[in-house]
Nanobody, 121 residues
Framework: QVQLVASGGGVVKAGGSLRLSCAASGRTFSNYAMGWFRQAPGKEREFVAGLSWSDANPLYADSVKGRFTISRDNAKNTVYLQMNSLKPEDTAVYYC??????????????WGQGTQVTVSS
């Protein structure tokens, strides 16, 4: 079973940028669509962005569209989330997961270690 660990989070001021990485160990995820999710305190986990196995057809939640960019490097078994123009409402723990090719908001794997992103006003 593939193990996914998100990293790269931190504390940033509003308007700043961060790049998150999702590293996989075990089985490669090169043949799978991948997605980013986040969970803020007191709220449900929500879909952020998804990408097909062929690095095509990216999909974004309306709340991050135009600010976040998802990408992947299958040779390195790594998925990235470039976050620009960060807002305080982006504060959350961010997770990555394998998702279905036809529906990016449907996770297929177990939830691994997330990374905390905190955006100050």
């Amino acid at each position: 079973q593939v193990q996914l660990v998100a990293s790269g989070g931190g504390v940033v001021k509003a308007g700043g940028s961060l790049r998150l990485s999702c590293a996989a160990s075990g089985r490669t995820f090169s043949n799978y669509a991948m997605g980013w999710f986040r969970q803020a305190p007191g709220k449900e986990r929500e879909f952020v962005a998804g990408l097909s196995w062929s690095d095509a057809n990216p999909l974004y939640a309306d709340s991050v569209k135009g600010r976040f960019t998802i990408s992947r490097d299958n040779a390195k078994n790594t998925v990235y989330l470039q976050m620009n123009s960060l807002k305080p409402e982006d504060t959350a723990v961010y997770y990555c997961n394998v998702v279905t090719s036809s529906d990016y908001d449907r996770p297929l794997g177990s939830w691994g270690q997330g990374t905390q992103v905190t955006v100050s006003s």
